[in-house]
C-alpha cells in the first residue's frame, strides 16, 4: 500500500520495492481481497504487470482463471465453488487491472 499511494521516502524506495517483489515471487495470491487492488496497482507501477498476470493465471486455488474454467462469466462472491451471487463486485480488482493496465482504459481523472 505504501508504494501504490506514494507515501515512501525515495531512499527507502527500492528496498520497498525489492521487498515487494520478493514477496510476490511466487505469483500466488497471497493478499486479503481488500489488499489486491493495491497489489496489482504497486506492481503495475513497477511495469511488472507479469507478476499480476501469472497470479490471475495460477491454477491453484485461489484463482481466478479458475473462474473461467468453471464456466463464470461474471465475478461470483468467493473463490470456492459454493458461490451464492453470480455478479458480484467482491474479487473484481482483477478487473480494473485488465482495464487500465492491460487495454490502457482509465478515466480522465485517473490517467
Known amino acids: 500500500m505504501p508504494l501504490y499511494f506514494k ?4 531512499e527507502y524506495r527500492s ?24 497489489l496489482f496497482g504497486a506492481l503495475a507501477g513497477l511495469k511488472r504487470n507479469d507478476i499480476v498476470f501469472d497470479m490471475m493465471m495460477q491454477p491453484e486455488h485461489p484463482s481466478y482463471i479458475r473462474f473461467v474454467e468453471r464456466g463464470e462469466t461474471a465475478m461470483p462472491e468467493f473463490w470456492t465453488d459454493d458461490s451464492r451471487s453470480r455478479n458480484h463486485d467482491r474479487m473484481g480488482h482483477i478487473l480494473e487491472w485488465l482495464y487500465k493496465e492491460l487495454l490502457g482504459i482509465s478515466s480522465l481523472s485517473d490517467s
Open 15 to 38: 528496498d520497498v520495492e525489492a521487498a515487494l517483489l520478493h514477496a510476490t515471487s511466487g505469483r500466488q495470491l497471497k493478499s486479503g481481497e481488500i489488499g489486491l487492488r493495491f
Open 7 to 10: 507515501l515512501v521516502e525515495e
